[in-house]
T-cell receptor, first 112, second 114 residues
Framework: RKEVEQDPGPFNVPEGATVAFNCTYS??????FFWYRQDCRKEPKLLMS???SGNEDGRFTAQLNRASQYISLLIRDSKLSDSATYLC?????????????FGSGTQLTVLP | ETGVTQTPRHLVMGMTNKKSLKCEQH?????MYWYKQSAKKPLELMFV???????ENNSVPSRFSPECPNSSHLFLHLHTLQPEDSALYLC?????????????FGDGTRLSIL
């Protein structure tokens, strides 16, 4: 099993839709979780950290499910500008606990 | 001014060439990273420097040689690369070397090996 796994998509949704992505991780001892977005041919940019109680930033909600070992990202009222690849990052305590392991990303296209 | 800048943005080189990638961060961070991103693959961590000391080297071939002269600058020296080394090379920094710290990425250098 991969350490960090994401559905590659693509997810094609109409403007205004709500869309959610999951990211599963293999090590139950992982403690740090992030979502990044990466536009085509650009660098990853931090979208939000994921806290154990869940957190929200505008239209974006991140949640952690420790029992099932996944994090999720929910985007409400999606905009055309949300089209990007969304990467999750998780620390891997089996290696250097200070390193982050990234998923391959989930591609989102918001259609007009 | 962007926080992490990388040069060059694009690089095409032959397998026998020697070139260097440069990264500079203006965020006052103490940790810097080199990642490789190949198409459809996750980011692969190559090297980590914390306070100018290399703290991680993830089984990277010796044809990649990092250098960190100070906490703001990071280089990746390239020599005798292979076609499979063609990828996007990303530099990142964080306040300290800790998984609790978000990483800030540069624009990357898109490298093509002929």
């Amino acid at each position: 099993r991969k350490e960090v796994e994401q559905d590659p998509g693509p997810f094609n949704v109409p403007e205004g839709a709500t869309v959610a992505f999951n990211c599963t991780y293999s090590n139950s001892a992982s403690q740090s979780f992030f979502w990044y977005r990466q536009d085509c041919r650009k660098e990853p940019k931090l979208l939000m950290s994921v806290y154990s109680s869940g957190n929200e930033d505008g239209r974006f909600t991140a949640q952690l499910n420790r029992a099932s070992q996944y994090i999720s990202l929910l985007i409400r009222d999606s905009k055309l500008s949300d089209s990007a690849t969304y990467l999750c990052a998780v620390n891997d305590p089996s290696g250097s606990a200070r390193q982050l392991t990234f998923g391959s990303g989930t591609q989102l296209t918001v259609l007009p | 001014e962007t926080g992490v800048t990388q040069t060059p943005r694009h690089l095409v080189m032959g397998m026998t060439n020697k070139k260097s990638l440069k990264c500079e961060q203006h965020l006052g961070h103490n940790a810097m990273y080199w990642y490789k991103q190949s198409a459809k693959k996750p980011l692969e961590l190559m090297f980590v420097y914390s306070l100018e000391e290399r703290v991680e080297n993830n089984s990277v071939p010796s044809r990649f040689s990092p250098e960190c002269p100070n906490s703001s600058h990071l280089f990746l020296h390239l020599h005798t690369l292979q076609p499979e080394d063609s990828a996007l090379y990303l530099c990142a920094s964080s306040q300290v070397f800790s998984s609790n710290q978000p990483q800030h990425f540069g624009d990357g250098t898109r490298l093509s090996i002929l």
